[in-house]
């Protein structure tokens, strides 16, 4: 066999005793000094050195798993263990990880991305975390997040294909480039594997919904000169709808103490599904009956106001604006957790020609479809449609109108199914030279990903001629003539079939496209030796071309066609990047080594970004056998993203929003979205005038195998990152929230506003980007990337491992991982101040993981727990019990200091081996079918704290068949 192919299996089998051995949590607490000795063999055995391997955070080769900066390590067996069925899922569990911001969740209203997942390390937000896949970039999901951002699906990866996963949490971008400003993950996928297993695995969650299936078949086959690794998985999840969780599947769901006077008293007024409005803004009454022929879908409400006297109820003062027909349940048919049917191909293969060169490849294939969805169709006097016209069924003048089509009407949920495909293929040399003293690796890969999203879409002049007919002249009122209609009660006010919906029905199919073709030569070795050791070096030179484009459906955006959400995003463009690095690692003495490295990337696009340049260093320094200090700093940077570059200009009416300076000024604390009676015209678009993103990071810690206690090691890092002239993207609810904030000093909820110093550039920016009439509706806004802000974020993470056998009882492991976030400081513009807003984020994360082996079995016990967060409405007055909120100062105020208390998940698996070839599993996730509680002033979609990572899912059990072919 050839030297190649011993030398790849002597550092898998190393990594692989120090990852596997432990059945947990991976990540190593001290140097590795050899092969796992056998139950048989003699503990006190000296253990052989390993040969080096490569981890994540630096491309010089090590003996040592543990390096100047923190790294974890585990395997898809141990992920498996912990009860996540998806990379993504388990990523997003760590400690370092934090949920992603709300325009990024996948249940979010006009969230362009559904079916991907981002993760956010160190909260820096998705694009500043780097995936990459067995040490190469992957290419960028196609359809920008929010539809603003750049960012990596890591949904796309399959868990059958995965050997381990690296995660380094620090800033990186001296060896690895942008984005890996907050962090690298680095999934390795299975090479070296023998024989043919098949698992099977289906289940779901106790309270219904998210059923899951998963076949599983992964192969290898090899000879003295040749492997081949081959895998294939076939993966279903079904959604998880509003109307599965009824207790947030309504808007009257909102927390008892977002309820203003007139909702206590009168009922909460949900959104309207059918209902016209005459010239004075009152609701001309439905039929008798009507709303009931809907079914469970609509009810009558008679929207009344009650008036006040300063913290009094006044009963005289009573509005009422007359009945229509409102939703029971508006959430009903939004999607929760988007339901998944995939199927992935993996083949990689190895062939040595000679014992110093040697060729491989890989092929990656996935097909996906996820599926998604929150309001149905609905007729609403959106721009370009009649509004203030005259309708001679009612003989009045209507100002307004909605008619939300049901699932029945529709003969389905029109849900939206986004088509996906994903290809990467990668081929290569590698080799030694030299005596074996330098490593070289020469690799060429393309990918492309595709998108093609097919939606229910809207005709809203279809629905207006269906339901009003076409116009019959002018009629006069007033003295103003009115182009009039006459209005179909029997289709308005009754449900129409599934034939009548088709005679106005339309469907589109938005499209994008990404791709990336790159080469990259690695070279490391040892360049000469020292007194203290060899002095290690490490050198890249890349070459990247990549692309994007989207194209939704040619019609575009009128009245007779329209997405779900009337959004109409276009544009395209491509970039090629050049890129050269170095890397040293020195020894200083025989305990302490200092590394150093650099890099230069070269950018070719439409921004004014030409050339980055960063560095980075850090120190090891092992005073004892079993003491590690280490320490690093670097500069980072991150690229502007593309989509923030070639998003065509473009603009759009808008009429369906929540406007918060509206509702503080009407005391609506759940400022839910509504259709309103004027428009705005939303501007919006990317900027060639971006600059790349500059920044840097420390941390310095130890890893200590405590002395006097065997498997007891503990490790804890201080870390600090930075980043300035940051590219933030004002979106339209950012826009309109800090507005309200800037022109009143408050929140929806009543909380004093803190984000921006009141008159700041900022402040002034935002008031500027909001044009209003005189009577207060807004006419434009303004929206878009800026590339001013600065953001800064430390913490500290620690993690506790400790492993024993017994004689009568097996082995345990143990791992505690624990991150507290010590500062979340941001500023939007130079001349903000930088405010520390760690209380808008979950402070701590920590990770908890118990695994026992006996025999045949195998039992593994995790707890995830997520730190307590500042409740909606913190820092205001506590609403007083008829519904009215004193304003600070105001004698009655008791300011409101309540917390989000933790969230905690209990999970757990067992295995059972039935013999060699056969094993069983039961995985239960959520022990205690906990849930997201709805906190008591949380008003508006989502309810729960889903910041703090609270969900709907509840317990899940999954069963699980592993059969070893041979």
């Keep these: 066999m050839s030297s190649i192919r011993m030398r790849r299996a002597v550092l898998a089998s190393s990594l692989a005793c120090a990852l596997v051995a432990p059945p947990l949590w991976a990540q190593s607490s001290t140097p590795v000094s050899g092969d796992q000795p056998s139950q048989q063999s003699d503990n006190n055995k000296k253990p052989v050195t390993l040969d080096k391997v490569v981890v994540t955070g630096s491309r010089i080769p090590r003996s040592e798993i543990e390096g100047p900066a923190p790294v974890t390590i585990v395997t898809a067996d141990q992920i498996?263990?912990?009860?996540?069925?998806?990379?993504?899922?388990?990523?997003?569990?760590?400690?370092?990880?934090a949920t992603p911001e709300f325009s990024d969740r996948v249940s979010t209203w006009g969230n362009t991305a559904v079916n991907a997942r981002p993760i956010n390390l160190r909260n820096l937000g998705p694009d500043h975390s780097l995936l990459l896949v067995d040490g190469h970039r992957i290419t960028d999901y196609p359809q920008p997040s929010a539809g603003q951002s750049t960012f990596q699906n890591f949904n796309n990866i399959?868990?059958?294909?995965?050997?381990?996963?690296?995660?380094l949490a620090s800033g990186a971008s001296s060896i690895y480039g942008s984005d890996a400003v907050a962090g690298v993950i680095n999934v390795i996928l299975k090479k070296n594997y023998q024989g043919d297993d098949l698992q099977v695995t289906g289940g779901g969650a106790t309270r219904g919904g998210r059923n899951y299936g998963d076949f599983n078949f992964t192969g290898g086959r090899g000879g003295n000169d040749w492997h081949v690794v081959y895998n294939y998985q076939h993966t279903n999840r079904s959604p998880l709808w509003g109307r599965d969780r009824t207790y947030t599947d309504a808007e009257s769901d909102a927390g008892y103490g977002s309820w203003n006077p007139s909702a206590r008293m009168f009922g909460f007024p949900t959104s309207n599904g059918a209902a016209i409005q005459n010239a004075n803004g009152v609701y001309i009454t439905p039929p008798a009956g009507a709303c009931n022929s809907f079914g469970n879908n609509f009810q009558a409400y008679d929207h009344k106001t009650i008036g006040t006297n300063g913290n009094a109820v006044d009963p005289n003062s009573i509005t009422d604006n007359g009945i229509s027909c409102t939703q029971r349940a508006t959430f009903g048919n939004w999607v929760l957790s988007p339901g998944l049917r995939s199927d992935a191909v993996y083949v990689a293969g190895e062939y040595d020609f000679t014992p110093s060169l040697q060729g491989y490849g890989s092929v990656t294939f996935k097909d996906s479809t996820g599926t998604t969805n929150t309001a149905l169709p609905a007729l609403y006097p959106m721009g370009g449609l009649p509004n203030n016209f005259y309708d001679k069924t009612s003989g009045q003048v209507v100002s307004n109108y909605i008619r939300q089509l049901t699932p029945q009407e529709l003969g389905g949920y029109g849900?939206?199914?986004?088509?996906?495909?994903?290809?990467?293929i990668h081929a290569g040399l590698k080799g030694t030279i030299f005596d074996d003293r330098f490593n070289w690796d020469f690799n060429l890969g393309t990918s492309k990903y595709i998108v093609h999203e097919h939606y229910t879409g809207l005709n809203e002049q279809g629905m207006f001629d269906y339901f009003f007919g076409p116009q019959l002249g002018n009629t006069t009122v007033g003295g103003t003539a009115y182009p009039t209609y006459a209005l179909n009660s029997s289709r308005f006010w009754s449900?129409?079939?599934?034939?009548?919906?088709?005679?106005?029905?339309?469907?589109?199919?938005?499209?994008?496209?990404?791709?990336?073709?790159?080469?990259?030569?690695?070279?490391?070795?040892?360049?000469?030796?020292?007194?203290?050791?060899?002095v290690g070096f490490a050198g890249v030179i890349e070459g990247n071309h990549q692309g994007f484009r989207l194209a939704p459906d040619p019609r575009g955006n009128t009245t007779t066609f329209g997405d779900p959400f009337q959004n109409y995003i276009t544009g395209g463009g491509t970039r090629n990047r050049v890129s050269v690095a170095t890397e040293f690692r020195i020894p200083l003495a025989a305990t302490l080594t200092w590394t150093l490295s650099g890099r230069l990337d070269k950018y070719r696009d439409a921004s004014i970004a030409d050339i980055a340049r960063t560095w980075g260093t850090s120190l090891e320094w092992r005073p004892l056998e079993s003491l590690l200090l280490r320490g690093t700093y670097g500069t980072n940077f991150h690229a502007p993203?593309?989509?923030?570059?070639?998003?065509?200009?473009?603009?759009?009416?808008?009429?369906?929003y929540a406007d918060p300076l509206q509702c503080i000024q009407t005391g609506d604390r759940a400022c839910v979205n509504y259709q309103h009676a004027t428009y705005f015209t939303q501007y919006s678009g990317g900027s060639h005038n971006l600059l790349p993103e500059t920044g840097h990071s420390w941390t310095y810690g130890f890893v200590w195998d405590v002395p006097g206690v065997e498997g007891l090691a503990i490790s804890a890092d201080y870390w600090h990152m930075g980043i300035d002239n940051a590219i933030k993207w004002i979106d339209t609810n950012t826009l309109l929230t800090d507005e309200a904030g800037c022109l009143t000093g408050t929140t929806v909820s009543g909380a004093p506003y803190v984000a921006h110093t009141l008159g700041s550039e900022y402040c002034q920016l935002a008031i500027k980007n909001v044009v209003r009439d005189a009577s207060g509706n807004i006419t434009s806004a303004t929206v878009g990337p800026i590339n001013e802000a600065s953001?800064?974020?430390?913490?500290?993470?620690?993690?506790?491992?400790?492993?024993?056998?017994?004689q009568r009882w097996g082995s345990f492991n143990y791992r505690l991982d624990y991150t507290n976030n010590l500062s979340f400081k941001e500023r939007d513009?130079?001349?903000?101040?930088?405010?520390?807003?760690?209380?808008?984020?979950v402070a701590s994360k920590i990770n908890s993981t118990l695994a026992w082996h006996y025999n045949d079995w195998d039992v593994t016990l995790h707890t995830t727990r997520s730190g307590s967060m500042r409740a909606p409405n913190y820092g205001g007055c506590e609403v007083l019990p008829n519904g009215i909120q004193p304003g600070l100062g105001d004698p009655q105020c008791v300011v409101y200091r309540?917390?989000?208390?933790?969230w905690i998940i209990w999970s757990t698996a067992v295995g059972y081996r039935i013999n060699e070839s056969l094993k069983v599993g039961l995985n239960v996730t959520n022990i205690f079918d906990k849930v997201g509680a709805v906190p008591y002033y949380a008003g508006g979609f989502e309810f729960i704290p889903t910041q703090q990572g609270a969900d709907y899912n509840g317990r899940e059990v999954m069963l699980s068949l592993d059969w070893k072919i041979d």
Excluded: C
């Design 829 to 841: 513009l130079a001349s903000d101040p930088l405010l520390n807003t760690r209380y808008q984020y």
């Design 641 to 656: 993203d593309m989509q923030a570059i070639y998003l065509a200009d473009s603009q759009s009416t808008v009429g369906d």
């Design 495 to 534: 449900p129409i079939s599934p034939s009548d919906y088709q005679s106005f029905a339309v469907g589109g199919v938005n499209s994008a496209y990404t791709w990336m073709d790159q080469a990259t030569f690695n070279l490391n070795g040892d360049l000469f030796n020292t007194w203290a050791g060899p």
């Design 80 to 97: 498996k263990a912990q009860g996540f069925t998806t990379v993504y899922e388990f990523l997003n569990s760590l400690p370092e990880v």
């Design 415 to 424: 849900n939206t199914h986004d088509y996906e495909q994903n290809w990467d």
């Design 791 to 806: 953001l800064y974020v430390s913490g500290v993470d620690a993690s506790l491992t400790y492993k024993f056998a017994t």
């Design 898 to 902: 309540g917390h989000v208390s933790p």
């Design 158 to 167: 399959p868990l059958g294909m995965v050997d381990h996963i690296e995660v």
